[in-house]
C-alpha cells in the first residue's frame, strides 16, 4: 500500500484541484446570532448579516454555480430551536437566509451551524 503525504494540492493551474466521485460541503459556517454574531468557525463564509431577531444572511467568498443548493442548519442553543433557510433556492448564489425560531415558532436569536451542498460556480 503506498502513502501519500502534502501539505497542499493544487490544479496545474494553480487553483483548486477538482475531485471526481466525490461530493462535500461547499460552505460552512458556525456562529454566535444570540449574542454577539461572531463567527465561530467557517469555511467559504465572509460574513453574516443580522437582519433581525432569528435572521441571519450568511455570505459566501466563493459563489455556488446556482441558486439550487442543499441547506442544512441547526441551532447549538438548545434542541427547542429551528433553523431553516433559504438554500433550497438561495437569494443568489453567494447569499442565503436563514431563519431561526424557538418552541412558541417565534423568531429567536441562537448559535447556528449550517452547511451548503451542491457545486461551486
Not at 85 to 101: A, F, I, K, N, P
Not at 104 to 110: G, I, L, M, R, V
Request: hydrophobic share 30%.
Amino acid at each position: 500500500m503506498s502513502t501519500l503525504k502534502a501539505d497542499t494540492i493544487q490544479s496545474t493551474g494553480g487553483g483548486a484541484a477538482t475531485l471526481t466521485k466525490q461530493q462535500a460541503a461547499k460552505h460552512f459556517v458556525w456562529f454566535d446570532g444570540n449574542t454577539s454574531n461572531a463567527i465561530e468557525n467557517s469555511f467559504n463564509n465572509s460574513s453574516v448579516t443580522d437582519s433581525g431577531t432569528g435572521d441571519y444572511r450568511p455570505v459566501l467568498t466563493s459563489a455556488m454555480s446556482s441558486t439550487f443548493s442543499v441547506l442544512t442548519a441547526m441551532s447549538y442553543r438548545t434542541s427547542r430551536y429551528t433553523c431553516t433557510g433559504s438554500g433550497v433556492s438561495m437569494s443568489s448564489t453567494t447569499v442565503y437566509e436563514l431563519d431561526c425560531t424557538n418552541s412558541s415558532a417565534a423568531f429567536a436569536d441562537t448559535e447556528v451551524g449550517a452547511t451548503l451542498d451542491g457545486d461551486l460556480a
